[in-house]
DNA sequence: TGAAGGATAATTTGATCAAAACTTTGACAA
DNA sequence: TTGTCAAAGTTTTGATCAAATTATCCTTCA
């Protein structure tokens, strides 16, 4: 009778805490507290524990010396070298989900694709990094490669507190969307034109990222 | 009054059953408990649990749906995905750390290279892995990339207990070593060169971990 | 005013325990 | 022999608590 009849809270709490850092809920240097965190979630202290451990684990927060555990400040360094590997992982996860694409993915795809330009349109930026997240994610999760799915996860939880920052700070109007050179690739199944959208995608949101702030005093 | 007084427990849990993965001392597949794992170590298990939770985070480890925790067993396609990363991650940060290698550094990794040659002549198949180790992350550290850093250190456990494997199968006798061309480049400063010399021993060592096993009956 | 020192509060850490969930074992029937 | 079911034995999970550690605040003194 082996059967999975509940999900564990640890893991419920860890879904939650990861899906907020993703959307930007925290503003990078804020402190979590395990305690705070128990309180405002509703849960135990030690599922709540459990859930920082492994976010910390996964570079989406950082363990200080004092014990005490922040969202990460990206230096440009970070952001860089974040990059270099966006740009490696993501377009070939995007080349190997070619192989795989369906009638039925692609439709997926562009239904997703239509809440983004809507999300674009009335400038509500976490509906927008939601639809985005799910968009990338719906392709690489084709690819079927588990390490370079991975990988880029681990990429994209570092990242989000920054991107979240961006978005708030220039709106919605620059955001890239490479998306329809994509969709179009994906649907001829041209493998090699899909992961150049992707690059291309890419590169716009690395020099968004790492533009200067607009007037820092 | 800040001062790191007193390592944690699951900390040092943690460093200990990473370095035994990654020296190979778990078989692929092999379930690891809680419970087990403290008598064994003669730790409590709260920290066993945190330890344990952090190393699946690092995908070190995996949780099955029964919420058995296993070493993983890698399929073909990972085994080509991790190299396909190492194979950029690794030499890049070779590439990087050349700008900040120094005389120290170079006789530090000269020492550790003798200490694997020595271990490669008497077939010390633990000591080699070891050595190995020590080697390339003296060389990684240099470059001062965390994101870089992180990457190689995940991707290492992950191939480690598969890598113990392949060395127990074929002895050291066929090691890969192209660290004197590697040591030369350093010290020279050629960044490329350096590059290189580590995408040559990566190929080799992937040549060596994806030929057929030897007599599978 | 401002810095040093110490008391107090908040937080993390690790142990322990009860309950839930899973695996295994063995009995019984087809 | 094969398959099913239930009971027993492990193992994980989450709550709770005491001890250790760190942060904060308040007083005192120069």
């Known amino acids: 009778m082996n059967s999975q009849t509940k ?3 640890h893991l419920t709490v860890y879904s939650q805490l990861k899906e907020m850092i993703l ?3 925290f503003a990078p240097g804020q402190a979590l507290t395990i305690f705070g965190l128990a ?3 509703g849960a135990g202290t030690t599922p709540v524990r459990e859930a920082l451990r492994r976010l910390t684990a996964e570079h989406a927060l950082t363990s200080l010396e004092n014990r005490r555990i922040i969202v990460p400040e990206l230096s440009e360094k970070d952001i860089s070298d974040i990059y270099f590997l966006r740009l490696i992982v993501e377009p070939e ?6 192989k795989n694409m369906t009638d039925t993915k692609i439709d997926q795809l562009r239904r997703i694709d239509a809440q983004i330009n809507e999300a674009l349109d009335h400038g509500d930026v976490v509906a927008y990094l939601e639809g985005n997240n799910r968009f990338h994610f719906a392709i690489y999760e084709t690819a079927q490669s588990q390490v370079l799915f991975q990988t880029a996860r681990s990429l994209w939880v570092q990242i989000g507190p920054s991107l979240r920052i961006v978005c708030g700070r220039y709106g919605t ?3 890239p969307d490479k998306h329809s050179e994509l969709l179009d690739a994906l649907s001829r199944g041209d493998e090699n034109a899909a992961a150049q959208a ?3 995608d890419l590169a716009q949101s690395h020099l968004l990222i790492s533009a200067p702030p607009a007037h820092r005093i």
Not at 93 to 98: A, M, V
Request: aromatic content about 0%.
């Open 198 to 200: 992707m690059r291309d």
């Open 173 to 175: 109007a620059n955001m």
């Open 7 to 9: 999900i564990p809270e």
């Open 93 to 98: 996860l995007t080349r190997q989900s070619t």
């Open 23 to 25: 959307l930007g809920r």
């Open 39 to 41: 309180e405002e979630m």
